[in-house]
């Protein structure tokens, strides 16, 4: 006990419980700027006398939807966000999960807008048009999308589609991604870019697709390459041949999380004495007119334009330079990388991009055409590989949230035999304030680590243990709201206070739908499909269902300040309430794994009734007359063992006889049952 303190007299729980700041079970306040209570039901405090659109925006600043989810989110005058995909009236996300539910389709499951995808392309196509206009570029671009961004059907079918309107290709760096950009309508005009490292038999179904039609080029990744594909040339009488790239490792080098992926120490690119061999291989092999690219990359999710300008001005003057040993080079590829601003910031935060995309094309298309100009060379036709930005924004994973873990159970009276530590916790709670809240919470602090030492050392009860650590919670939950109300609360405060976050079950799985968020922490933007009317009641980070600690969201997407916590309510008895993480469409699907046996999601995919793109095993659903949706339902139990090598057969087999033999009851029926439901919480 502090000296300062004085000694605590008797105070009763039920004292306790009246004040509302310290932690009845819907932690009442949040610490909003107004400091208004928001445990009322339906937020009616806070809507009383106010106009509802300043209510909603209030709520979507919260979130910093107006940041990240400009042009495309908003909300409704229910409280529902709506998602407003280019081409199709807004839909009501909370209005579609219900009707979901009303169908026997349960969350997790993710909504995919494939318009979001063709409006990224157009815009891209129109930018760096506009661009090559301004500053008199002949050299042209086209965009080309790389297949392992996400290579779902409905991603892909989209962007084929697309390419009946706007020029933009495939590129593949595996023999699948190949085979399935083979298979698509040929367009002579899109080139089809084979990245990624190459054996014979790669190379061999490259020469197969020229003679297809399709405008390949192979991007030599090392020497060895060059000669591999002088052997298939030399094995056939082929009538179409791919023509030639070669990837250069540029001293330039991108900025963000994949900044390695540039510079000397690249995995990928040849260097300029290996770059100069190899035209020097295709010259006496009488091949050197077969070389038309030059290629580079400096990472995915560049996030300052001055490093895309110096990669691109580098990579411009070993292109001139190359012009004059091989003047059948005709396009400079600039790779990917253009990022997306995930947290709305438009800064160099990894999780954002300090310039836009008119910025982007602007700048490179500049930057050619200067060294061009100088160097005297024809100006190339510009290649960008862009994939993130394309399919990021098309798609929402939508979970359902259970319940809130680390409630705050009712504190039992003090008792005779009340351990004295217990008693100083229950004075502190009673009397901490603005004034004293560093000295009394750091008492509260070691008052809380000394009972558990005792009761390690079998000198505190169970029931002590237990009014010691409710106390605790409830100083803490106190300290949180003074602390919110302070303009700089103290470091050790802020610190300490980072643990009192509660935990909220969402049910899905985080190595499932979102697996960058658990091996890279990326930052996702993330905020609830409804109650924008209402005020938050809890502050909390998300827990997947996995049995896996790192199952978890601790870090939201915010154009301020990423949130360590989300802003939430309380689920209603009668009500589901969802949570949508936005931005999920690129390389989610294909990162994606099992953990715990749980597969795919759901798939929901907005469709125009008249497209006849129909995906395997779905089926469709109206959400009013103009909204139409294709549903592809998610793994089954059955799926996932199956893809585990079980014979689920068998399974089925051994568990009747089993039961048989012992006697009890477990019908077939219920077997199948069980094996074909969706792996998550029902």
């Known amino acids: 006990m502090s000296p300062d303190h004085g000694a605590p007299p008797a105070a009763s729980a039920a004292a306790i419980e009246k004040d509302p700041s310290v932690g009845e079970p819907n932690d009442a306040h949040v610490g909003e700027p107004d400091g208004a209570h928001v445990g009322e039901p339906n937020g009616a405090h806070e809507a009383r006398g106010r106009n509802g659109t300043n209510v909603i925006n209030h709520s979507l600043s919260r979130y910093g939807v107006e940041s990240w ?102 590129e593949a760096g595996s023999k699948p991604e190949l085979l399935l950009a083979m298979a698509q309508p040929v367009h002579t005009h899109s080139p089809l870019i084979c990245n990624g490292y190459k054996d014979r038999e790669f190379i061999r179904m490259a020469f197969h697709a020229a003679e297809l039609g399709h405008k390949v080029v192979l991007v030599l990744e090392s020497i060895r390459e060059v000669q591999r594909y002088l052997d298939v040339f030399a094995q056939h009488d082929w009538s179409a041949v791919p023509e030639l790239g070669v990837r250069a490792k540029l001293y330039s080098r991108g900025s963000g999380r994949w900044q390695s992926s540039g510079g000397e120490r690249s995995k990928f690119g040849l260097t300029t004495g290996e770059i100069l061999e190899v035209v020097r291989v295709l010259e006496k092999a009488e091949l050197v007119t077969n070389l038309t690219l030059l290629h580079f990359h400096i990472g995915s999710q560049i996030t300052q334009i001055k490093r895309i300008k110096q990669a691109t001005r580098e990579a411009a003057r070993l292109y001139a330079c190359l012009k004059a040993y091989c003047p059948s080079l005709a396009m400079l590829d600039l790779g990917g990388g253009i990022g997306v601003d995930y947290d709305g910031s438009r800064t160099s935060y990894p999780s954002s991009a300090n310039y836009t995309l008119d910025e982007y094309a602007s700048q490179v298309v500049f930057e050619v055409s200067e060294v061009c100009a100088e160097a005297e060379v024809a100006q190339p036709r510009i290649v960008t590989e862009s994939g993130r930005v394309i399919v990021a924004n098309h798609a929402i994973t939508v979970a359902d949230l259970r319940e809130v873990q680390g409630e705050i159970v009712p504190v039992p009276d003090i008792c005779e035999d009340e351990h004295r530590l217990v008693s100083e916790l229950r004075y502190t709670l009673e009397h901490i304030n603005a004034k004293n809240v560093e000295e009394y919470f750091h008492d509260a602090v070691d008052y809380r680590d000394e009972c558990l030492q005792l009761f390690s050392s079998g000198y505190l009860s169970l029931d002590d243990r237990a009014s010691a650590e409710g106390l605790f919670a409830r100083i803490r939950r106190r300290v949180k709201k003074i602390a919110e109300g302070m ?163 068998s399974i089925i087999k051994l568990l009747r006889d089993r039961h048989i033999r012992q006697d009890t009851t477990l019908g077939q029926a219920w077997a199948l049952g069980i094996l074909q439901s969706y792996p998550y919480l029902s």
């Open 69 to 170: 989810g400009r042009g495309f989110l908003s909300a409704n005058e229910e409280g529902n966000l709506c998602f407003e995909a280019p081409g199709n009236r807004p839909v009501d996300l909370q209005k579609l999960c219900e009707a979901l539910s009303s169908r026997g389709i349960e969350a997790p499951y993710v909504i995919r807008f494939p318009t979001m995808i063709t409006a990224q392309i157009e815009r891209i196509c129109s930018v760096f048009t506009r661009a090559c206009e301004d500053n008199g570029y002949q050299g042209g671009h086209v965009g080309v999308y790389p297949l392992k961004v996400n290579q779902r059907r409905s991603v892909v079918d989209t962007v084929v589609r697309a390419r009946e309107r706007f020029p933009y290709g495939l």
């Open 487 to 649: 303009k700089t609360p103290p470091e050790e405060i802020t610190d300490a206070l980072s643990e009192a976050n509660r935990k909220y079950l969402a049910n899905f799985s985080l190595f499932q739908s979102l697996p960058d968020a658990w091996s890279i922490h990326q930052v996702f933007p993330a905020a609830p499909l409804s109650r924008h009317l209402e005020k938050p009641t809890l502050h909390a980070t998300i827990v997947d269902i996995t049995c896996d600690s790192d199952g978890c969201v601790k870090t939201f997407a915010h154009p301020d300040e990423n949130l360590s916590n989300l802003p939430l309510h309380e689920r209603r008895q009668d009500a589901a309430y969802y949570l949508g993480f936005f931005m999920t469409g690129a390389y989610q699907d294909s990162l994606a794994n099992v953990h715990n046996l749980f597969g795919d999601a759901h798939e929901v995919v907005l469709r125009d009734p008249d497209d006849d793109i129909v995906l395997p095993s779905s089926e469709r659903i109206e959400l009013g007359d103009e909204l139409h949706f294709e549903i592809r339902l998610g793994a089954t139990c059955e799926d996932v063992l199956a893809a585990m090598d079980f014979d689920v057969e």
